[in-house]
């Protein structure tokens, strides 16, 4: 009579954990990261769940024998389910983590879909590259606005080695209009993996 749930046992560290001692990722290790992201995201859209709030300290790097990391994407604690009968679920609330919010997340009667954790994903690629989120602000209203209508500062800005093509993802990731951004988790993956065939035979 007793109910219970069983749940897989971690060994690891958050994201978050990682960057506060690690500071910037090194491209390929950045990628391989977003990219198992991705994979993730993309299991969950296609059973129409939409995780609202994507960031460090959400996912988990798993200790592994062979020292490379296995992601794993946690807490759908917020997450949403969309209903076969609507393209996407509008917002009546303020949800997620405003560093890390799609623009229509923070907007009440904004209509959340896939492409919100997309964008989510790009904050946290910037960050991975950058060391620093794409926006910093000292208070929470600014914040907002910035999130809603300023464009964030150039990677290269930050880390002037940055591969052109890395930027184009991030900076497509980061639209503010769903619709400009990549429509599909599948898309970012399509290019990460071009991506990642660059750096290995860059050497970068």
């Not at 290269?156 to 093509?165: A, I, S, Y």
């Amino acid at each position: 009579g007793i109910a219970y749930i069983v749940m897989e046992w971690l060994e690891g560290r958050t994201l978050d954990e990682e960057l506060s001692s690690q500071g910037q990722f090194s491209f390929k290790r950045a990628v391989g990261i977003i990219r198992q992201i991705a994979v993730a995201l993309g299991e969950a859209h296609a059973k129409r769940v939409v995780h609202r709030d994507l960031k460090p300290g959400n996912i988990m790097l798993v200790d592994t024998a062979d020292g490379h990391d296995q992601v794993k994407v946690l807490d759908f604690g917020i997450g949403k389910i969309i209903e076969e009968t609507t393209a996407n679920s509008p917002v009546s609330a303020l949800v997620g983590t405003p560093q890390y919010a799609s623009p229509e997340q923070l907007t009440v009667g904004g209509h959340v879909d896939g492409r919100s954790d997309i964008y989510s994903l790009g904050v946290i690629f910037y960050r991975l590259l950058g060391g620093q989120l794409p926006f910093s602000c000292s208070s929470m209203g600014e914040l907002l606005q910035m999130q809603l209508t300023v464009a964030p500062p150039p990677l290269r800005t930050l880390r002037p080695d940055t591969p052109v093509t890395i930027e184009a993802l991030i900076n497509h990731m980061l639209a503010k209009d769903p619709a400009q951004r990549p429509q599909s988790a599948g898309e970012v993956l399509h290019r990460l993996n071009q991506i990642l065939s660059q750096l290995q035979i860059e050497g970068v």
